[in-house]
């Protein structure tokens, strides 16, 4: 049921495209993945999200766990029929939302007991936990249980943490019990090449078609999350995506591809959205600022988006500042579509041996953070 093949790889920089087959279909790399947490990418209809060009998205198995059950979503015929979805799903395992959620948890070998932020009750998530749920949620793709690390952990705390990921994951691969659900396994080891490359030298004992980077993104600096990825480049194998964990900025994207990443995910997009700011080329608009207050031009006129074909700055301002539910949803509808036309674009460049052009015009061109072109 799955199987994932190289298309094209780039003569000028060594990036490729992909295509993974799953049951759901196929899944075109480089690739972005909305988020829908909670079986939703918030404000969103499936229909947006499938005009906005995402061909997959991602649900977290933490939530869905709390809220409304995996019994129930199985019942419903797995997130698929529940969330109306007909396209690939990818499940996280929630290991990064115990890490985010650590004041109120509690870690040991046999796995993590923690107090539910929705009524306080108490719950204990194993590896097997975990497992159990995600076959239940019936997602093409799941994670394994891991356990992330803060990006300014210690160095015993890192190989610690790593020790447990790598014993998890044992135990989620003997606990795996579908052949329509691809388990990925997770790279671990905080900012220690040594611990990366020893995690992953591991993972790829587990990893039958795509495997994880997880534990970036969690609050280092940019330069030293490339640094990871450029230690663990020489060891990827060739046949299987690789899939970077929680990345979603644009210059991100951009980098993670020169550095052969074939799969991204983030919520970003769309909390950026429901606070009113947009992605373009030349950076964030803050819409909601008062200059845009009679701009009367698209949210992005280089964007074929819903919301840049029909509506003005002046409008979308307007929405954001009385607090419209429109406004969000309108932002979020152009924030992905603007990172998928990116994933495009860059396929594009892929294909035409221009990717390391792409690579310098969109870098010299892109700065993070606001602009009011």
């Known amino acids: 049921m799955f199987k994932y093949e190289v298309i094209k790889e780039c003569k000028q920089s060594g990036a490729r495209i992909g295509k993974l087959t799953t049951p759901h279909g196929e899944i075109i790399t480089p690739v972005f993945m909305p988020v829908g947490t909670n079986a939703?990418?918030?404000?969103?209809?499936?229909r947006d999200i499938d005009?906005?060009?995402?061909?997959?998205?991602?649900?977290?198995?933490?939530?869905?766990y709390l809220r409304p059950g995996a019994d129930l979503v199985e019942k419903a015929g797995g997130l698929h029929n529940f969330m109306q979805w007909k396209k690939p799903i990818l499940t996280d395992s929630g290991g990064f939302q115990v890490f985010s959620l650590s004041a109120m948890r509690k870690i040991n070998d046999d796995g993590v007991t923690f107090s539910s932020y929705i009524d306080g009750s108490r719950h204990f998530m194993s590896p097997e936990k975990a497992i159990e749920v995600?076959?239940?949620?019936?997602?093409?793709?799941?994670?394994?249980?891991?356990?992330?690390?803060e990006g300014n952990a210690d160095?015993?705390?890192a190989r610690t943490a790593l020790?447990?990921?790598?014993?998890?994951l044992d135990k989620c691969a003997k606990a795996h019990k579908r052949d329509d659900q691809m388990l990925f396994p997770i790279v671990q080891g905080n900012m220690y090449k040594d611990l990366r490359i020893e995690s992953i030298k591991r993972v790829l004992?587990?990893?039958?078609?795509?495997?994880?980077?997880?534990g970036l993104s969690v609050g280092e600096p940019k330069p030293v999350m490339y640094e990871m990825l450029d230690t663990l480049r020489p060891y990827y194998p060739d046949d299987q995506p690789r899939y970077l964990m929680g990345v979603?900025?644009?210059?991100?994207l951009v980098e993670g591809v020169m550095r052969g990443i074939d799969m991204f995910d983030c919520v970003l997009p769309t909390r950026m959205a429901r606070n009113g700011t947009a992605f373009t080329r030349d950076g964030n608009l803050t819409i909601r600022n008062a200059n845009f207050a009679e701009d009367f031009l698209p949210v992005d006129p280089e964007c074929d988006c819903y919301c840049c074909r029909n509506f003005s700055?002046?409008?979308?301002?307007?929405?954001?500042?009385?607090?419209?539910?429109?406004?969000?949803?309108l932002l979020s509808i152009h924030n992905i579509r603007f990172l998928t036309h990116l994933m495009e674009d860059i396929r594009q460049a892929i294909m035409e041996d221009r990717f390391g052009d792409f690579y310098n015009e969109f870098t010299a061109r892109y700065k993070w953070g606001k602009s009011d072109k």
Not at 248 to 252: I, R, V, Y
């Open 40 to 46: 939703t990418v918030k404000a969103l209809t499936p």
């Open 51 to 64: 005009e906005a060009g995402a061909s997959i998205i991602l649900s977290n198995t933490y939530h869905l």
């Open 134 to 149: 995600e076959n239940k949620l019936g997602a093409d793709i799941i994670m394994a249980f891991d356990e992330c690390t």
């Open 155 to 157: 160095y015993a705390t």
């Open 163 to 168: 020790r447990r990921t790598n014993l998890w």
């Open 205 to 214: 004992d587990y990893a039958k078609c795509g495997f994880s980077i997880g």
């Open 248 to 252: 979603g900025s644009p210059d991100c």
């Open 313 to 329: 700055r002046a409008y979308i301002r307007h929405l954001i500042k009385s607090n419209e539910i429109l406004g969000g949803k």
